[in-house]
C-alpha cells in the first residue's frame, strides 16, 4: 500500500504577496507535494491541505487516512485552532508520522510535542547555507550530498529552544557565521518527528532537488511500519498555552 501523505500549509503568503506567487504558483504545499511526488512516485499518495479548509483540512476521517503529515507555517500560528492541534498530537502519539518545516518550528504542534519554546535566532539577509550531514547512516541523510548547499536562505541561528534531538542528522551554517541544528528527529508516543529547516517564502528552496531528496527520505522514514493505532493514555491531556 502506498504511504499516505497530507502536505499542509497555511497558505498565507502565495495569495497575498506576488513574488511569493510567482516563486510558488501551486502554493507551498503544492510545491513540496510536487516534489514528493517527483521523488516517490507510486510508494506514496499525496494529498494538500490548507489552514482555510474546513477544519484546515484535517479531521478526524482526513488524519485518518494519513500516514504522514508535513507542516509549513509562518504568519497563522495562532490561528490553528486548538482542537484541531490536539487532534494531530493525538494521531502523532497513537504513530503518525510528522514533518515540521521551517517556520513550522513556532507552530502549535510542533510546541506541543516539544514542551519548549521552540524559538531561535534568525535574520533575512540571503545568504547561503551549507546543510552538514552529521548523521551519515541515517535514512534521511541517504544520498544527500556533503554539504547540501542553499544558494540563497532566511538565516537561522542557535540557541533553538528544543529539547535535544533522539537524533540530529544535519547542522547548517551560514556566510554570516551563525550554525543551526537544522535536522533534528524525535520519537513521540508511537510517532515519529523530523524537523527541518530549509524552506522560507522568499526563496525557491522547496524547488531545489536535494532539499527534495531529504523531504523524501523523511517521509520514508517516519511512516508507521504497522499503521497508526490507538492513542496513548494520555494522549487527552489539555493542551495550554
Known amino acids: 500500500m502506498p504511504i499516505r501523505v497530507t502536505v499542509w500549509s497555511e497558505n498565507y ?34 494529498r494538500t491541505a490548507v489552514l482555510a479548509d474546513p477544519e484546515h483540512g484535517l479531521s ?16 497563522s500560528h495562532e490561528d490553528v485552532a486548538d482542537e484541531v492541534v490536539a487532534r494531530v498530537r493525538r494521531r502523532v502519539l497513537g504513530g503518525m508520522g510528522l514533518l515540521v518545516l ?21 535574520r533575512d539577509a540571503g545568504e547561503r547555507e551549507l546543510v552538514w550531514t552529521v548523521a ?3 535514512p534521511i541523510a541517504a544520498g544527500v550530498p556533503h554539504p547540501l548547499i542553499i544558494g540563497e536562505q532566511e538565516t537561522y541561528g542557535e540557541p533553538f529552544g528544543i529539547p535535544q534531538p533522539d537524533e540530529l542528522v544535519f547542522i547548517s551554517s551560514f556566510s554570516g557565521g551563525e550554525v543551526f541544528r537544522s535536522g533534528c528527529c524525535y520519537r513521540r508516543g508511537k510517532g515519529s518527528v523530523f524537523y527541518f529547516s530549509p524552506g522560507d517564502q522568499n526563496y525557491p528552496v522547496y524547488h531545489n ?6 523531504l523524501a527520505n523523511a517521509v520514508l522514514w517516519a511512516a508507521p511500519a504497522g499503521g497508526v493505532g490507538e492513542p496513548l493514555d494520555n494522549a487527552h491531556t489539555p493542551i495550554r498555552w
Do not use: Q
Open 13 to 46: 503568503h502565495e495569495p497575498r504577496e506576488p513574488d511569493v506567487r510567482r516563486r510558488y504558483p501551486d502554493g507551498i504545499h503544492g510545491a513540496i507535494a510536487a516534489g514528493l511526488a517527483e521523488r516517490l512516485g507510486e510508494r506514496v499518495r499525496v
Open 60 to 75: 478526524d476521517k482526513e488524519l485518518a487516512d494519513t500516514d504522514v503529515l508535513t507542516w509549513w507555517g509562518h504568519m
Open 102 to 122: 521551517h517556520s513550522g518550528h513556532y507552530s502549535k504542534i510542533f510546541r506541543a510535542l516539544m514542551g519548549t519554546t521552540c524559538s531561535l535566532n534568525w
Open 136 to 138: 551519515p547512516g541515517h
Open 209 to 214: 532537488p536535494e532539499v527534495r531528496r531529504v
